[in-house]
Every structure is written in C-alpha cells, then in structure tokens.
C-alpha cells in the first residue's frame, strides 16, 4: 500500500462526513469548501469509495454521501486500500535476483516486516476513532439546516408607458410628418 496525498484527500473527506452524516448525506460541495480538496477530485475519489461500498450516494435536492457502514467498521486501511489500491500481499521476504550470491545484504525482510506492521496498525485505526480525535481537539461541527428552494418573489410591476412608434413601419410616419 502507498500513503498518498489522494488517501490523504479521501481520509480527510471520509472524516467530514462521519462527523455530518446525522444531518443527512453530505453535498460534495460542501465537503469541498470545508476541506479546500477540488471538487473534480472528490468526485473521483468518492467514485472509488462508492465501488468499493464504503460511501452511498443520494442524488437530487438535498442529496450527497453517506456512509454504508458505522464509523466503527471502517478502517484506514479500508479507505486508502480503496483509493490507492489493493496492498500488496507479498510478505514474504523473497531476495532480489541481482544481489543473489553477490555478497549484497538482503532488506527485503526488514521492509516486509515493516509493511506488515504499517498494514496492522492501519487495520486497527477505525474511521470512528479519528472522529472522536478530532472532536476531543475541539473541531467544531456545524450542523446544516436543509436548504429549501426559496421561490423567488414577484413584485407587481406596473407597465411603463412608452409613447412612440412600436413598428419600424411606425417610425416611417414619424420621419414623413418631419
């Protein structure tokens, strides 16, 4: 697995929505200006998150993403293993071909080891976990009232009153009069 600023982005996103999700599903635009993530790339991102089921999308008035598990099933693995693709299950520690036999030391193991770690302690840090993180900071949810579509009022207008010609054939009397 690789630690990208993409799982970063999606990191980051997934916690905005965890955190606003009680209000209903959460509007990518919003998520975008909260988060200054570009929204052309929130959008690819939750494409992937939408495939691999760890977000829904709600479309129309009042629609966004939602989680498709509690906070508590997700893991960070989960999120970046999503985006930034599947890791890579070689544990084993297998020597290069070109150092074989050549008297070069082999670190293949030690990076295997440390892989499986790194893939452990990801697996074990829940999307609910950085929640509660960010809330014992301190950040501040601003819960959004649903917008409605306000209809736009229509003052009653009187008609100007124009007094001249309304035709080109009109303005031909003008200038003959002249």
Known sequence: ???TTKGGFALTAMIDVAMRERDG???LASISQRQHIARSSLELLFSKLRQHALIKATRGPGGGYTLTRRASEITV???LASVDGQPV?????SPR?????KGCYSTDALWASAKHHVMEFLGSVTLQSLVEEQLAKGVRVEHEAPTKRQ???ISAVTPMRVNAPN???AWNGVFAKR
């Open 1 to 3: 697995m690789r630690l």
């Open 25 to 27: 599903p959460v509007p």
């Open 77 to 79: 693995a989960d999120i």
């Open 89 to 93: 299950a070689d544990t084993e520690a």
């Open 97 to 101: 071909k070109d150092t074989a036999g």
């Open 151 to 153: 209809t736009p009022q």
């Open 167 to 169: 035709s080109v054939f």
